[in-house]
């Protein structure tokens, strides 16, 4: 999948009372597809994310369909725990949201508590290049102190 956009950048902003959250506007247009559709994502614990629906489902049914040829062929047939492990993470991992005034999303249940902040709590709204992501302030403050070291690294080997 190949980003129309490079989305950067990190915000603060504060979960309302209906757990609702205003994106900034050039983000949320960056993860909201033609038909005005965002995936948002359990991506890790204290972390959500935003996509745009229409490559997300693209990356999707590519997978699932060579899932699907692997199991119609045998080759899975070993590994249905792993398989079910799979079938259970997709069933809860994603749901397709629309941004009310293209900029503003409801946190649904499920989600808010994999995300662990209550309403009129803030969160850090994160671009992580390729999608949109929602942090719990204290994991992102984790994920940096043992990420940021490895910055120079990082963008020496992706950048080669």
Not at 9 to 26: A, K, Q, S, V
Not at 60 to 84: C, F, M, P, T
Not at 99 to 114: C, D, V, W
Not at 129 to 140: L, Y
Request: aromatic content about 6%; proline content about 4%; some cysteine.
């Amino acid at each position: 999948m190949a980003p129309e956009t490079f989305i950067t950048g990190e915000i603060r902003r504060t979960i309302d009372d209906r757990f609702r959250l205003t994106l900034p506007n050039d983000m949320a247009a960056a993860v909201t597809d033609e038909n005005g559709e965002t995936i948002l994502a359990k991506e890790r614990q204290g972390c959500l994310s935003l996509w745009r629906a229409s490559d997300w489902q693209k990356r999707l049914d590519d997978g699932v369909a060579l899932i699907r040829q692997k199991i119609h062929s045998g080759r899975l047939e070993q590994r249905w725990g792993e398989v079910q492990r799979l079938g259970r993470l997709l069933s809860t991992r994603s749901r397709t949201v629309k941004l009310a005034n293209r900029s503003r999303l409801l946190i649904p249940e499920g989600y808010r508590e994999f995300l662990e902040v209550g309403p009129n709590q803030d969160v850090m709204v994160v671009g992580a290049v390729i999608c949109v992501e929602i942090w719990n302030p204290a994991a992102w403050l984790d994920v940096l102190r043992h990420e940021m070291p490895e910055f120079g690294p990082l963008f020496r080997d992706l950048t080669n």
